[in-house]
């Protein structure tokens, strides 16, 4: 797995906070170095596409966690995912939309990657972004 290079906050926060045996990763985009993801899905992006954006997305919340921990073996379990999409007036698939990154993370860490979830659909995202996600993981003790 390649992960692209880690984008820097829009903003004045944090990509990633580790309290106790938990890291909390702030909203990621679809974002692969200069290659931007964005769009409303349903209008500008299919279906296919967002469930693109949303693994790259994935791909992209990898890439903070691995520079924060310095090892994604760290990681115990990914415990929570939020996802917000991008959508057009009348699309109402964002479950499936989230299956991008969902799939990802059960690919890369097994069941460990299994999560809770949530996915919501918003008339807007900054930046135009066709997805933006967080995640919460479970830290190993010894790590």
Known sequence: MILPPVSPPAGNYLACVIIDDMVYVGGHGPIAGSEIIRGKVGADL?????QEAA?????????S???ELGD???IERIVKV???????????QTPAVLDGCSDLLVKVFGDAGQHTRSAVGLAELPFD???????TAKLRPDG
């Open 46 to 50: 299919t279906l296919e596409e967002a």
């Open 65 to 67: 966690l691995k520079a």
């Open 82 to 92: 939020f996802g917000m999409v991008n959508v057009a007036p009348g699309f109402n």
């Open 72 to 74: 994604l073996d760290r």
């Open 55 to 63: 693994r790259v997305t994935a791909l992209s919340i990898l890439a």
């Open 129 to 135: 972004i066709a997805v933006e996600i967080e995640l």
